[in-house]
């Protein structure tokens, strides 16, 4: 068996970083939730002084999952639904009801996530080597204001791998063919931690486009009709980190001006899954209030935009040595920057 070239295609071998789990809506004080990521069982839950935490989802007593029965929280605390052994957010156990002592073993049995909670959402640190957490997510300074509203976000688990979701970032060359538009302009930048695109890419009726089967209005048509339309329009969008990109766009037309924050992130599930998520806040540009249709078809279409990527990626190969032409895009230069997250920390 051949070794891969990148480490992110070793099996197994998944992004030290943080990943978006949930969205702060998604998990009320006292609630527990189950979760699959990294091919392991976890369970999240919110205390009653409201932070979160994460742990492996079985207990190491007999093995009961933490979440059935719609789990048991006390205070900041998870209890076992078994036999009450509790746990607090570091995975340590400190009381078991029936027992006079605590088993030495038991006092640290229980594997524990560091979690994140900001700007509306949950992420959990991920690192197979437990290096400690870095501080590289930036805060959305409108999110939490009245005018932009909460989180409206779409999840769908789908059919890909990882280095095939962050390489978009860079791709001009797929705009004319898989979304429909002609790019006007576009940059890549990239920093330690972060690398961005700068673009402008204009609606075109001539382009081809990809149409997800599972959209719930007519994008073809759509996108036709806004075809030529005098929209100044622009957007900077910049991955921190392997898997979380942070989009913030304006737009200003005849019809509608508004500006956006998009939130967009692929967790991984397995080595061939994916939780892939488009979350937007957005709000009007001028004083005149965004319509309604906009406001609900808005949301739809952040998500659609990936899904017409996931047509490509769910049977697609990866190339890891490409032939590449000189209107690619940096990929290889991107591919040795997103290798960082699966390497030994320098």
Known sequence: MTTPRYAFLQPGNYARGWHIVLFSQELAVGQVKRLHYFERELVAYRGESGNVGIVDA???????HLASGEGRVLG?????PF????????GQCVDIPYAST????????????????INGFIALWYDRADNPPENYLPRIDPWGESQWGDWQFYRSRIQAKACDVI???VDVAHFPHVHGGIVRKFENRFGERTVTQLSTVDRDASA?????PNAGFDLQDMRDDQAGEDADAWGDATYHGPSIMYYYTESKSAEVSFRS?????????????LDLCSAVIFSSLDERPLPEEFTLM???????????????????IYRDNPILCDGDGPINKLRKWYEQFFLPPA
């Open 208 to 212: 081809r486009m990809i149409v997800p």
């Open 76 to 80: 900041d605390n998870i209890a076992c």
């Open 102 to 117: 605590i088993p030495d073993k038991a006092v640290n049995a229980l594997g524990s996530w560091s979690v994140l909670e």
């Open 83 to 90: 036999h009450g052994w509790t746990f607090n957010a570091q």
């Open 298 to 316: 808005y949301p739809q279409m952040a998500h659609l935009a990936f899904g017409q990527d996931v047509e490509i990626w769910k049977d697609k």
């Open 261 to 273: 924050w998009w939130v967009n992130c692929h967790t991984p599930v397995n080595d061939n899954e």
């Open 58 to 64: 079985h207990c190491p007593h007999l093995g009961a």
């Open 167 to 169: 390489e978009n970032i």
